[in-house]
């Protein structure tokens, strides 16, 4: 005869295996469906919302689905919204009045954080309170204007909660990344209004085996040339789009050129800095940038005469609208 705790244990492992199997795959219906007939035969009402939110929606669905997430408490007062029975997306502020740790939050896929001056660690200890395991993206500042300047905190706690990370975008500056050691990571940016040459290093420190898409924003920081170095000694198997900010563009071409990683590349955006100097390096080496399916110069500091030029030499560019050569002086200041 089966014991209690053995039911129990059964119940346990069979809910865990599931919980297990959405956050390996999270668009497998069919895994949310068993799921929901699992939370229904434990009487959880997140069995009955995961099934109203999969099916058609109606006026009646719609009503019943709304009075289980406000009977039951499974909205917290954040900005949010909702996929197959459970929160899939939250902005939150930088100092929560909300518990992370709330069931609906169990496939939790994306987080975003806004910046403010005074950072928002709060938020990023509440995210760090557990492990994440079903978050897939993690945008950290931003939101507001001169995000860029704002403080990211202390962030060394945050990696290893977070085990399938695949998005990650950082803006703001004087953050602590500790160990950057993401090895799904698909996408990874980082803005700052001076980009320092601690969090570039720490980047250059992992291997990302996964990463396809890179993006650094140095604002009015130039990394020293040992950096830059290993920016573009970095093999990067997988990177498929690199996009470079900053106002040292032009002494870039040369070391980007040299890059065993440039003929993998479909994209490479270069912006804020380049001037005529710059792109007479590119039209130079014409011949490597033809090869690239999509090479974007666009917001830089290029005089029509040159751009036009370089259009001939190197069709497929994307040129956009450029700053006026006159204002470039308006956008440096020392740091």
């Not at 939050?105 to 005074?118: C, K, N, P």
């Not at 563009?249 to 440039?262: A, F, M, T, Y």
């Not at 130079?284 to 036009?308: C, I, M, Q, W």
Request: net charge negative; with cysteine; hydrophobic share 40%.
């Amino acid at each position: 005869m089966m014991t209690t705790s053995t039911t129990m244990m059964s119940t346990s492992d069979r809910r865990a295996e599931l919980e297990a199997a959405i956050d390996a795959n999270m668009f497998d219906r069919s895994t949310y469906a068993v799921y929901a007939d699992e939370l229904q035969r434990l009487g959880d009402p997140r069995g009955e919302l995961i099934a109203l939110q999969m099916a058609p929606e109606t006026p009646e669905t719609v009503e019943r689905a709304n009075r289980l997430i406000a009977e039951h408490g499974l909205a917290p007062p954040i900005r949010l919204s909702w996929k197959w029975g459970f929160v899939a997306s939250v902005r939150l502020d930088p100092q929560p009045t909300t518990s992370l740790d709330h069931p609906s939050l169990r496939f939790l896929r994306l987080v975003s954080i806004a910046a403010v001056e005074t950072g928002a660690q709060p938020a990023i200890d509440a995210l760090a309170s557990q492990p994440r395991t079903a978050l897939r993206g993690l945008n950290l500042g931003g939101g507001r204007l001169g995000a860029t300047a704002c403080d990211l905190g202390v962030l060394d706690g945050l990696w290893s909660q977070l085990p399938n990370l695949e998005h990650l975008s950082l803006e703001g500056q004087n953050g602590s990344l500790g160990v950057l050691h993401l090895p799904k990571l698909t996408s990874l940016r980082i803005a700052s209004i001076a980009l320092r040459d601690e969090p570039l290093s720490i980047v250059l420190d992992q291997e990302w085996t996964a990463l396809r898409m890179l993006g650094l924003s140095f604002g009015h920081a130039t990394p020293s040339p040992a950096l830059l170095a290993r920016l573009f000694a970095h093999p990067f198997p997988e990177l498929r789009r690199l996009d470079l900010a900053g106002n040292f563009l032009d002494d870039l071409i040369e070391p980007i050129v040299r890059w065993p990683g440039l003929p993998r590349l479909h994209h490479l955006r270069l912006s804020g800095g380049l001037t005529d100097r710059g792109a007479a390096s590119i039209a130079h080496h014409a011949k490597a940038f033809r090869r690239l399916p999509e090479l974007d110069v666009s917001d830089n500091y290029l005089s029509p005469g040159t751009a036009g030029r370089l259009a001939e030499v190197v069709p497929e560019i994307k040129l956009g609208e450029q700053r006026a050569v006159d204002d470039r002086d308006l956008d440096l200041y020392d740091y």
